[in-house]
């Protein structure tokens, strides 16, 4: 099973749906099978994956916090695998690569990670860019 999140460009509604794999997904689509709840349009697509941010806020004092904060690494290091598993690094760039994301008419299937400032984070949220801000843990931590 996987779950896309659906947009309808009808009436802007988004929802999410599961199939059975991504092939039952573009066959549904084909025979215009899929359609909004709302307005029964037949013009829904699948949305972009909302841009991720990590924020090195690592510090030293949750370094020392003994075994609690090991389980938690351990949570953020899985979840640091998927990120770069599935999303594309952007370093520095990250307000410059969300803009020509959420600005472009082309359809990008990976989200990207990478660092920003407080000001660019702030300037993101002002034009409707949605991103995440998650902690991020040196590998040179083990
Ligand atoms: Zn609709």
């Not at 059975?20 to 349009?41: G, P, R, T, V």
């Not at 991720?52 to 370094?63: E, G, S, T």
């Not at 952007?90 to 969300?98: I, T």
């Amino acid at each position: 099973m996987i779950k896309y999140k659906l947009a309808c460009k009808n009436c802007n509604l988004t929802f999410d749906s599961w199939f059975a794999s991504s092939y039952e997904y573009e066959k549904l689509k084909k025979k215009k099978l899929l359609n909004c709840h709302n307005c029964n349009s037949n013009d829904v697509d699948k949305t972009l994956m909302a841009p991720k941010i990590m924020n090195n806020i690592y510090n030293r004092k949750f370094q020392e916090e003994s075994q609690n904060v090991k389980s938690i690494k351990k949570i953020l290091k899985e979840y640091q695998k998927f990120i770069k598993n599935n999303l594309r690094y952007v370093g520095k760039n990250f307000a410059y690569e969300a803009r020509s994301i959420y600005y472009s008419d082309k359809k990008e299937q990976k989200g990207i990670y990478g660092s920003a400032s407080k000001k660019d984070l702030k300037e993101l949220k002002e034009e409707g860019i949605e991103a995440e801000i998650i902690p991020w843990i040196e590998d040179k931590n083990n």
